[in-house]
Nanobody
């Protein structure tokens, strides 16, 4: 059974940076599409970025040029480097393995708050 644990969230000022990490366990990490999603209060969960088994990254338009997703198959870990953070980036960020459908797995989430 796949399990995911996120870390690295917190409070940061506008324009600041954070790096989120997600540790994967329970199966072969390199075989999984991995993604970061976020959900702000009163809004639906949305895709932030995803990275394929081959290392190809896809980004939501609202983070292009600011966020970078990467994976380390040796460490079973996926990262989200977030730069130039804005107040509207405030949300709970969730790690996902295997896509958002019924067979995907979600982590418990980590709060990111961008505020002065």
């Amino acid at each position: 059974q796949v399990q995911l644990v996120e870390s690295g969230g917190g409070l940061v000022q506008p324009g600041g940076s954070l790096t989120l990490s997600c540790i994967f366990s329970g199966n072969i990490f390199s075989l999984y599409l991995m993604g970061w999603y976020r959900q702000a209060p009163g809004k639906q969960r949305e895709l932030v970025a995803e990275i394929t088994t081959g290392g190809r990254a896809n980004y939501a338009d609202f983070v292009k040029g600011r966020f970078t997703i990467s994976r380390d198959n040796a460490k079973n870990t996926v990262y989200l480097q977030m730069n130039s953070l804005k107040p509207e980036d405030t949300a709970v960020y969730y790690c996902n393995a295997g896509g958002p459908g019924r067979f995907g797995t979600w982590g418990p989430g980590t709060q990111v708050t961008v505020s002065s």
